[in-house]
């Protein structure tokens, strides 16, 4: 089955400065890798996916990249704010085996101001 | 969007028996899923509620320990029996849409066990 890599565990930016978070995923029919975001205490909330037709997708200050060949994808986060400090998830699927999410471990992100 | 709720929020139970967690949609969804989140730890996908038919369980998860039930295309019951301390944990259940990918959570159910 799909196994998801997330690296680092933990990582801390000035504000201002760019954060960047890696997963690899393990089963190349994995055709889509959502980004989460969970604050303490909240439900992980939806911020950004991308799909394994397109290799980078932006919305603001935040970007997703994809490399199918090497299996990997990553988040890029610019001119960080203390408000993105929370614990970041990426997470596989393969939309014909149901849609099933599998998450990597999780990257706990401090933005100190 | 969507509005997902889930009861109870969080509960205290002794150990041995159990406790049904509801999970309700405002809104028609085609998938129902419920995950584990142990403390500090990521999430683990438990099973898949199907709509009128068995649920699809992951590997380490069987359906004597967590029998799910999806009676219609907006609720859906997860139950957690014969609990011991090790099944302390925040259960989501989340929901995606026909024809979509993304899923979205409901706001969890904090289990501790005693």
């Known amino acids: 089955g799909e196994n998801v890599e997330q690296h680092p565990s933990t990582l801390s930016v000035q504000e201002g400065d760019s954060a960047v978070i890696k997963c690899t995923y393990s089963?190349?029919?994995?055709?889509?890798f959502p980004w989460y975001k969970q604050e303490l205490g909240k439900r992980p909330q939806l911020i950004i996916d991308?799909?394994?037709?397109?290799g980078e997708k932006k919305d603001q200050r935040i970007a997703v990249t994809l490399n199918k060949t090497a299996k990997h994808f990553s988040l890029h986060i610019t001119e960080t704010q203390p408000e993105d400090s929370a614990v970041y998830f990426c997470?596989?699927?393969?939309?014909?085996?149901?849609?099933?999410?599998?998450f990597g471990q999780g990257t706990e992100l401090s933005v100190k101001p | 969007s969507a509005v997902i709720s889930q009861k109870p929020s969080r509960d205290i139970c002794q150990r041995g028996t159990s406790l049904t967690i509801q999970c309700q949609v405002d809104s028609q969804v085609t998938m129902m899923f419920w995950y584990r989140q142990q403390p500090g730890q990521s999430l683990t996908l438990i099973a898949t509620a199907n709509q009128g038919s068995e649920a699809t369980y992951e590997s380490g998860f069987v359906i004597d320990k967590f029998p799910i039930s999806r009676p219609n295309l907006t609720f859906s019951t997860l139950t957690v029996s014969n609990m011991s301390p090790e099944d302390s944990s925040i259960y989501l259940c989340?929901?995606?849409?026909?024809?979509?990918?993304?899923?979205?959570f409901g706001p969890g159910t904090r289990l501790t066990v005693t």
């Open positions: 997470a596989a699927s393969d939309h014909n085996q149901g849609g099933k999410l599998i």
């Open positions: 991308i799909r394994s037709n397109v």
């Open positions: 989340s929901v995606a849409f026909l024809g979509g990918d993304e899923q979205y």
């Open positions: 089963d190349s029919a994995s055709n889509y």
